[in-house]
């Protein structure tokens, strides 16, 4: 079975751009969440989606948005780029829900410059 | 507050010594997950163990074993006869029945075996 995947797996944007990133679950998996990770701030969660409906966010400014399509597979979509906004971008898919493990890809890292 | 804490920054051993990684968790939900996963030098986070909330039977997998004790909410980890190739950074996470869907994230521990 495929793993998760993400692409694109490098960005390099400016400030005040958009950028869009995408993610394919594995097979059979319904839920997909984002997570930031950066040095400073490690880990943080985004935000989750299952059957097209986000249930959970985390705590990020508007500029964070995502969406999930009818096959599972989720975009992100940060506006108006900031520099701190520069991280590795993970995906991850589940079956369902919390009590299911969460399977990651190998993440989409962007630089702002 | 921080949901889970792993106190060790960095470790470093020689080749077949045992590691062992230490982390505490805070919920006030009695049904919760916990997790540990590695990311090597790579980026991918990797699913290593998995850890249900009522099941506190301690268990080995391969060079893998884990100690849960709901008494002082510690899920430590370890690695048995570590190799060069379990270098990377370790993080515990957590995932609670009232924050659904989410894992909180230790700040990791980054493990290096040396030769």
């Known amino acids: 079975k495929a793993g998760v995947t993400q692409t694109p797996r490098y960005l390099i944007k400016t400030r005040g751009q958009q950028v869009t990133l995408s993610c394919s679950p594995i097979?059979?998996?319904?839920?997909v969440s984002w997570y930031q990770q950066t040095p400073g701030q490690g880990l943080q969660f985004l935000f989750e989606?299952?059957?097209?409906?986000?249930?959970n966010k985390g705590n990020f400014p508007g500029r964070f948005s995502g969406r999930q399509f009818s096959n599972s597979r989720s975009e992100m979509n940060v506006s108006t780029l900031e520099l701190g906004d520069s991280a590795l971008y993970l995906c991850?898919?589940?079956?369902?829900?919390?009590?299911?493990?969460?399977?990651f890809g190998p993440g989409t890292r962007l630089t702002v410059l | 507050a921080q949901k889970v804490t792993q106190a060790q920054t960095e470790i470093s051993v020689v080749e077949k010594e045992d590691v062992t990684l230490d982390c505490v968790y805070e919920?006030?939900?009695?049904?919760?997950?916990l997790f540990w996963y590695k990311q090597p030098p790579s980026g991918e986070l990797v699913f290593l163990i998995r850890?249900?909330?009522?099941?506190?039977q301690n268990e080995i997998s391969g060079r893998y074993s884990w100690n849960f004790q709901k008494s002082t909410s510690s899920f430590n980890f370890t690695i048995t006869a570590s190799q060069v190739v379990d270098s990377a950074v370790y993080f515990c996470?957590?995932?609670?029945?009232?924050?659904?869907?989410?894992?909180?994230f230790g700040a990791g521990t980054t493990v290096t075996v040396r030769a």
């Open positions: 991850a898919s589940s079956l369902a829900g919390s009590a299911d493990t969460q399977y």
């Open positions: 097979s059979g998996h319904r839920s």
């Open positions: 989606y299952f059957s097209e409906t986000q249930r």
């Open positions: 919920t006030r939900d009695t049904t919760y997950y």
């Open positions: 850890r249900n909330s009522f099941d506190e």
């Open positions: 996470a957590l995932s609670e029945g009232s924050d659904d869907y989410k894992l909180s």
